[in-house]
């Protein structure tokens, strides 16, 4: 069975809103095991049992959290360990133009760095799902579609 872990930081629960989307569309897939944590309750072994690894944050000053950002710093304990594991990003930010897509390419480019496969989206939200504010509905639906996409992909690789 496939695992796809998501992993969130969240101050005011909007990202926590989308990081559970994301697992409730990772799960209309069969064969697949989801599981969500708190960026604090992560471990470098949930990393490593995973297939699939989708980290979310709320946008600080145009990039990741701190909490998300340590939690990534201590991944270099774990380097190529990650390898071929498909990856994606998610943010939520209090304003239009305030480093939402850099948010979620400093969590992209970590992934690369550890060897992952980014998984993208080639009709529109390219660098994964984000938000303003409290996720609406049709913010749901881009996270719930972003966990589905993961969770194809990670099946399709385990074949």
């Keep these: 069975m496939a695992k796809i872990l998501v992993v969130y930081d969240s101050k005011t629960g909007n990202t926590e809103k989308m990081a559970s989307a994301i697992a409730r569309g990772a799960r209309q897939v069969r064969g697949v095991k989801v599981c969500v944590k708190k960026v604090e309750k992560a471990t470098l072994e949930d990393l490593q049992a995973s297939d699939g690894i989708i980290l979310g944050s709320p946008t600080y000053y145009g990039g990741m959290s701190g909490k998300l950002k ?3 710093d201590k991944s270099v304990r774990i380097h190529g360990k990650l390898e ?3 990856g994606a990003a998610f943010t939520s930010s209090g304003g239009t133009a305030s480093g939402a897509e850099t948010t979620m390419l400093s969590i ?3 992934m690369l760095v550890h060897g992952m496969i980014v998984q993208g989206r080639s009709d529109d ?3 994964g799902a984000a938000t303003v504010g409290t996720p609406h509905e049709k913010d749901i639906e881009i ?3 972003l966990g589905k996409k993961v969770a194809n992909l990670v099946t399709r690789l385990e074949r």
């Design 125 to 127: 939200k390219h660098y």
């Design 108 to 110: 992209l480019q970590v």
């Design 84 to 86: 071929g594991k498909v």
């Design 70 to 72: 340590e939690f990534i």
């Design 143 to 145: 996270c719930k579609a």
